[in-house]
């Protein structure tokens, strides 16, 4: 009996730990300043006329991790509108909503419930 809990035990250990090293380490921006920043551009962008309401065209679950990942490495922001409001984003505010997005993207274990 102490054989079979010691192997349930070390498979359990080993089948977690490896879980661990495959996790995505969360970016380091700053999510709530991600947020908020993410918000202000598509205020601004509707003030200058591009879009006709200030909520972001695309909601933190729209995408996975990996997803955003992917928009960011590249930073291919087309999808996002508001071409000039986001070239005048500095990295360190572009670290931040990339933080803000991938810590709530569909596959996160809090993906955002934006409606």
């Known amino acids: 009996m102490k054989k079979i809990i010691l192997t349930i035990t070390a498979f359990l250990f080993v089948f977690t730990s490896v879980g661990f090293v495959f996790a995505e380490e969360e970016p380091a ?11 202000k ?4 962008c509707m003030e200058r006329g591009e879009v006709s309401e200030p909520k972001p065209v695309l909601d933190p679950s729209g995408k996975t991790q ?4 992917r928009v960011f490495t590249e930073k291919d922001f087309t999808d996002f509108l508001c071409k000039e409001e986001w070239n005048n984003l500095t990295d360190e505010q572009l670290l931040d909503i990339y933080t803000y997005l991938w810590s709530f993207a569909a596959d996160s274990p809090t993906p955002a419930q934006c409606k």
């Open 29 to 39: 921006g700053n999510k709530r300043k991600g947020k908020y920043t993410y918000r």
């Open 41 to 44: 551009v598509y205020s601004a």
């Open 66 to 69: 990996a997803e955003w990942t």
